[in-house]
């Protein structure tokens, strides 16, 4: 049973730890993220650069001015059912200072996160007992029945000899 535990904890740790990271990105555009608008300089239907299996997918490339008025071009990666054309006008999220982070308004990624929140859960749920309640003494039962407690040391009185 404790082996079954540890690895559940276990699996749990690798979940929290890879889904920690995967969804680093979502509480930082939710604490440094700003607004612009941003000209759709092109849009295509192409193959996932970041993935292995080459899906396919809505390439934005994104041309926007940060708040401080430098002008940034960037390629957003968006499902290919968007309905977006080269010379639209979009809302774009990006964080000051770093060009690879503009995404179009809405093309955001909750499942890691929640799989982040459901892991976090998990580990908490999984920890190890506290070493006190885990190194308890249990009293020890003598014979078949159980009715005989082994004696402790404070329990045994020394007689003294005359």
Do not use: C
């Amino acid at each position: 049973m404790e082996i079954r535990r540890l690895r559940l904890a276990m699996t749990a740790l690798v979940v929290f730890v890879v889904s920690g990271f995967s969804s680093v990105n979502e509480p930082r555009y939710l604490l440094w993220g700003r607004a612009a608008r941003a000209d759709v300089v092109e849009a295509k239907l192409g193959r996932d650069p970041g993935s292995r299996r080459g899906r396919n997918v809505m390439l934005a490339t994104l041309s926007y001015r940060e708040e401080g008025g430098e002008h940034r071009t960037t390629t957003d990666i968006l499902p290919p059912d968007w309905e977006i054309t080269a010379g639209d006008e979009v809302a774009v999220q990006y964080i000051p200072g770093d060009p690879y982070t503009a995404r179009v308004v809405g093309n955001r990624s909750l499942l890691p996160v929640a799989v982040f929140g459901g892991s976090l859960l998990a580990v908490g749920a999984l920890r190890p007992t506290s070493r006190t309640r885990r190194n308890a003494v249990r009293p020890r039962r003598r014979g078949r029945s159980g009715d005989e407690r082994i004696p402790r040391r404070s329990d045994v009185q020394v007689l003294e000899s005359p």
